[in-house]
């Protein structure tokens, strides 16, 4: 167990629709990074928050917008939900965000857009 | 040109036997390597961290970077099946993101 929890675990949807993705990092982690995770693209980055703020971006898409909160819970939003959204979601957290390289990453949500 | 570039396999080989996996890498300017095991229906989980150029080993398990040709591998001696995952290298581009590549499925026969 990472100590990384993501609800939910499994999300069926359509197209067109919105969801929420919820990460709560091991305790003491201040950073918070999103992932996706497809068969045909791998690992994704999204996006890093570090302490409540964003730190760095990666291939997100508009539709798609994530924050961190005060409590260091963070959550991922993908709105106008297309086909191609199907993925495997995964946060990670880490102590800092001086990216020594070891991120704690939780079980994931499996997103189903039908 | 992809960032990293990893062989999907699949790879399957029998218990016992040594396995190599490797990436390639585009940027010269990269120091930092890791190798990731992602288990069926679970996250990824850090197997192994190495700086810039040499080796590394723990236990079964030796990490390899060579930076002249931008190489970075991943060799398991003794091969048992419970090693049966998906291999991912990773970097860290230093820009406060971690790039992993595509992953190895890797199957070890009994």
């Known amino acids: 167990d990472s100590g990384v929890t993501q609800t939910p675990k499994h999300l069926i949807t359509a197209t067109g629709q919105r969801v929420t993705l919820r990460c709560s990092p091991r305790?003491?982690?201040?950073?918070v990074y999103w992932y996706q995770q497809s068969l045909d693209q791998g690992l994704q980055f999204l996006i890093q928050y570090y302490n409540g703020e964003e730190r760095a971006k990666g291939n997100i898409l508009e539709r798609f917008s994530a924050q961190q909160f005060p409590d260091l819970h963070s959550e991922l939003n993908l709105s106008s939900l297309e086909l191609g959204d199907s993925a495997l979601y995964f946060c990670?957290?880490?102590?800092?965000?001086?990216?020594?390289?070891?991120?704690?990453f939780g079980e994931g949500s499996r997103l189903t857009v039908l | 040109q992809k960032e990293v570039e990893q062989d999907p396999g699949p790879l399957s080989v029998p218990e016992g036997a040594i396995v190599s996996l490797n990436c390639t890498y585009s940027?010269?300017?990269?120091?930092?390597f890791m190798w990731y095991r992602q288990y069926s229906r679970k996250g990824p989980e850090l197997l192994m961290y190495t700086y810039s150029s040499g080796n590394k080993e723990d236990g079964r398990f030796t990490a390899q970077v060579d930076k002249s040709s931008k190489y970075i591998s991943l060799f398991i001696r003794d091969s048992q099946p419970s090693d049966s995952a998906t291999y991912l290298c990773a970097i860290d581009s230093s820009a406060s993101k971690i790039i992993f590549g595509s992953g190895t499925r890797l199957s070890i026969r009994p």
């Open positions: 940027n010269s300017a990269f120091q930092y």
């Open positions: 305790s003491g982690d201040l950073s």
């Open positions: 990670a957290s880490s102590v800092d965000a001086a990216d020594t390289g070891e991120l704690f």
